[in-house]
């Protein structure tokens, strides 16, 4: 069971908005804006989308944005095309021992 | 252009100990910005961090495997090395490394190997 929960998966037509949580505690996610997003298509290694709750590298397009609040985090996706179409994970800074650690993913599916 | 490429046996046997390398290209290993984590993905599984490595080789590693895993560098090859002791089938994997800047910012990642754990 991971430390953080994500919905196993969300749905959402072309063209549409979506949001997937990640929810955490006071130790992790509530604690600390170290939230961090990746995307990951079949077959492929994660990407980067979001770091630092809300922050985007270069070159990740500005549908994708992160938020906060309390012990939730939360990836916003809009506009949806089918590229989208991938499995999402968070990751949090933790108190605990470990350094960080992930959701247990999130599919998304463009119908 | 940074990159980063995991190399190590497909197959091992239970019990027996897993050495996988990271090569990494594009960036140095003694950056005080960066450094280098391992994280694995069991087949249709979630991603699960493992390891870190800082710049000053200061190492970090998750609770429930610290007592088998041990994670260096060598700055000179560019090259983190992972071990994980005692293997076993739920071990079984794939192995990712990626570049970390900042706090948990894994950017970019190699492509990943497979780690079978099986008689």
């Known amino acids: 069971q991971s430390a953080l929960t994500q919905p196993a998966s969300v749905s959402g037509s072309p063209g549409q908005s979506i949001t997937i949580s990640c929810t955490g505690t006071s130790r992790d996610v509530g604690g600390y804006n170290y939230v961090s997003w990746y995307q990951q298509h079949p077959g492929k290694a994660p990407k980067l989308l979001i770091y630092e709750v809300s922050l985007r590298p270069s070159g990740v397009s500005n549908r994708f944005s992160g938020s906060k609040s309390g012990n939730t985090a939360s990836l916003a996706i809009s506009g949806l095309q089918a590229e989208d179409e991938a499995d999402y994970y968070c990751?949090?800074?933790?108190?605990?021992?470990?350094?960080?650690?992930f959701g247990g993913g999130t599919k998304l599916t463009v119908l | 252009q940074v990159t980063l490429k995991e190399s190590g046996p497909v197959l091992v046997k239970p019990t027996e100990t897993l050495t996988l390398t990271c090569t990494v290209s594009g960036f140095s290993l003694s950056n005080t910005k960066m450094g280098v984590s391992w994280i694995r993905q069991p087949p249709g599984k979630a991603l699960e961090w493992l390891a870190h490595i800082f710049s000053n080789d200061e190492q970090s590693y998750t609770t429930s495997l610290k007592n088998r895993l041990t994670i260096s560098k060598d700055t000179s090859k560019s090259q983190v090395v992972l071990t994980m002791t005692n293997m076993d089938p739920v071990d079984t994997a794939t192995y990712y490394c990626?570049?970390?800047?900042?706090?948990?910012?894994?950017?970019?990642w190699g492509q990943g190997t497979l780690v079978t754990v099986s008689s």
């Open positions: 990626a570049r970390t800047t900042g706090v948990l910012q894994f950017d970019p």
């Open positions: 990751c949090s800074y933790t108190s605990s021992s470990t350094l960080g650690v």
